[in-house]
């Protein structure tokens, strides 16, 4: 690899009047891997236009401009391949954002510091969730780990450590939709059973899965959303999901949020999702009659007539039927799903 020294600051005028400015520095050349650490692809797009495109991706940490015809930009996630010398691929250039992070990088979503996931090899064992992952592995330190299971199942895990050594939370994530991500949740029945995506970026786990998981326990839900202002807001219940058997019929209880975030599931409305089985766009189980809502709102959810809640849906959207939405607020730039035993 050839390193060099060069740095590229770009400013960008928002349309509030705001001035931001981020800095991309050179880290050598690399060869052009395929994988899940690149998020987007564009050709015949210029070093300054492939920046400004990842500043506006809120999942990108880097980008590569490779030597093709015509020359291709690349973003990525900040995740590098292991290096082949040998490899016949064609070089990129590489450029990292630059962040003060000590270690890690700095997630733009979440405005934090973050340690680099890594991916760990583990015995052969029956453990579907993080809980009995974490358990079984004695893991102390806190943080996200990403474990691929013999089935090939990868886990997104977070260890939480609280104040007390007694609060310990083993979480599993069990959804990630980010604004300006490119995994597309408007899939079918199948893809919602068997899980889509990355957990390096957006995904869900698999309809299948999280009926496994809640059925052994770990039935506290946590969401996470951050809107377009940066303003975070979390919603909790206890939770379960029934089998295909009955749609994967959504049961949820006791919640809890933080200010200002309304329940769109448990309030009785005829458009919350309690009670629910799942609706996706090849598969219609609401309660509206003129239509599929999975269709309307472009992502299977637990669809009433229609909704006041999808984390699945379309971005954008200033109607709150349309897409993406908590208790009818659309403007949302973030979602998780994650879940523990109580």
Not at 64 to 89: A, F
Not at 105 to 120: A, F, G, P, Y
Not at 237 to 255: A, H, I
């Amino acid at each position: 690899m050839i390193l060099q020294h060069f740095v590229i600051i770009l400013t960008l005028l928002c349309v509030n009047g705001e001035i931001q400015q981020s800095h991309f520095k050179f880290f050598g050349e690399v060869f052009k891997n395929e994988g899940s650490h690149v998020l987007v692809q564009y050709p015949s797009v210029s070093k300054s236009r492939c920046a400004a495109l990842c500043r506006e991706n809120t999942r990108c940490q880097a980008f590569e401009i490779c030597k093709d015809d015509p020359q291709e930009c690349r973003l990525t996630n900040g995740d590098t391949p292991v290096q082949n010398n040998n490899s016949s691929h064609p070089r990129c250039q590489l450029y990292y954002m630059v962040n003060d992070c000590e270690s890690g990088h700095w997630d733009r979503i979440q405005e934090k510091c973050v340690q680099q996931n890594s991916t760990n090899a583990i015995p052969i064992n029956n453990c579907v969730d993080c809980h009995c992952l974490l358990g079984l592995l004695s893991v102390l330190e806190g943080g996200e780990t990403t474990y691929t299971l013999s089935s090939g199942k990868t886990l997104f895990c977070d260890l939480e450590l609280g104040i007390l050594p007694l609060y310990i939370y083993k979480w599993t994530i069990i959804q990630r939709h980010t604004m300006g991500g490119y995994v597309d949740f408007d899939k079918d029945w199948n893809e919602y059973k068997h899980g889509f995506g990355s957990v390096t970026s957006d995904f869900w786990i698999g309809n299948d899965v999280i009926h496994q998981i809640t059925n052994n326990g770990n039935t506290f839900l946590q969401i996470k959303m951050i809107k377009t202002s940066g303003y975070s807001m979390t919603a909790e219940y206890s939770f379960s999901v029934d089998s295909e058997m009955n749609d994967y019929r959504l049961q949820v209880s006791n919640f809890r949020g933080s200010y200002g975030t309304g329940d769109p599931f448990t309030t009785g409305c005829p458009e919350c999702a309690n009670g629910m089985k799942f609706t996706t766009k090849d598969r219609d189980n609401d309660n509206n009659g003129t239509g599929n809502c999975a269709v309307v709102s472009k992502g299977g959810w637990w669809h009433n007539f229609c909704q006041r809640s999808n984390l699945n849906g379309r971005f954008g959207e200033t109607d709150y039927r349309l897409g993406v939405n908590w208790d009818s607020y659309t403007n949302l730039r973030y979602v998780e799903m994650r879940v523990r035993n109580p």
